[in-house]
């Protein structure tokens, strides 16, 4: 998946790879077909159970599908934001302290 795709566009890409049409990829997710043509067109999120059913729909590892759909969120939280890169640092920062502690 390339670093440059949306969670959307790599759906998308994965759903008309394999051609299956879109009300089939939606009735796996339980979603209206609508929804899931916004999801792909980023116009709406997906959330982290449609990332784990897409992974098992596709045969496919989850964990890059869960590196763009996360990215995504985190991107788009911050991308209007002036201090991008020092914000992406702390935060990974915080996330080993958060897993550090967490452990103990």
Known sequence: ???????GDTIRKL???????LRKVAAHLDIDPSTL???ERNERSANKEM???LAQLFSINPKPLLVSFLSD??????MEEDY???ILKVAE???KY??????N
């Open 98 to 103: 958060f897993k550090k502690v967490k452990v």
């Open 93 to 95: 920062e915080k996330v």
């Open 37 to 39: 043509g916004k999801i």
């Open 84 to 86: 991008t890169k020092d």
């Open 73 to 78: 969120k985190i991107a788009y939280e911050i």
């Open 51 to 53: 990332v784990e059913k």
């Open 1 to 7: 998946m390339a670093q440059n795709e949306t969670f």
């Open 15 to 21: 759903r008309e790879e394999s051609g299956l049409p």
